[in-house]
């Protein structure tokens, strides 16, 4: 599973972007999917996760009504909708793919999952 990020950029506090993450193969639908972010000189955190189905969702509480992810399996694509943008969501934005089918969203990920390039989010004050 290849995974390509894009849509990243420099906006101003309060405002919005959508990330993309394409994946290649023909079993995306099998995998939950997460997006995943590092500010410099922090480790990378969780910041969200749908399942391979779509149905459910996880969030972390940073970022709970302000981002919304989602997923189109005819496209092999998942979606980051960030709204209310702060400073402090400044970072490289990931995606990552996990072999997971059906409903679950919320699980542990790791080195063995597939990563993809991140791609950088600058939100300024």
């Known amino acids: 599973v290849q995974l390509q990020a894009s849509g990243g950029g420099l906006v101003q506090t309060g405002g919005s972007l959508r990330l993309s993450c394409a994946a290649s193969?023909?079993?995306?639908?099998?995998?939950?999917m997460g997006w995943f972010r590092q500010a410099q000189g922090k480790e990378r955190e969780f910041v969200a996760s749908?399942?391979?189905?779509?149905?459910?969702?996880d969030y972390a509480d940073s970022v709970k009504g302000r981002f919304a992810i989602s997923r189109d399996n005819a496209k092999n694509t998942v979606y980051l909708q960030m709204n209310s943008l702060k400073p402090e969501d400044t970072a490289v934005y990931y995606c990552?793919?996990?072999?997971?089918?059906?409903?679950?969203?919320?699980?542990?990920?790791?080195?063995?999952?597939?990563w993809g390039q991140g791609t950088l989010v600058t939100v300024s004050s």
């Open positions: 990552a793919s996990k072999l997971v089918p059906g409903r679950a969203a919320t699980m542990n990920w790791g080195p063995d999952d597939y």
């Open positions: 193969g023909r079993t995306f639908s099998s995998y939950a």
């Open positions: 749908i399942s391979a189905t779509g149905i459910n969702t």
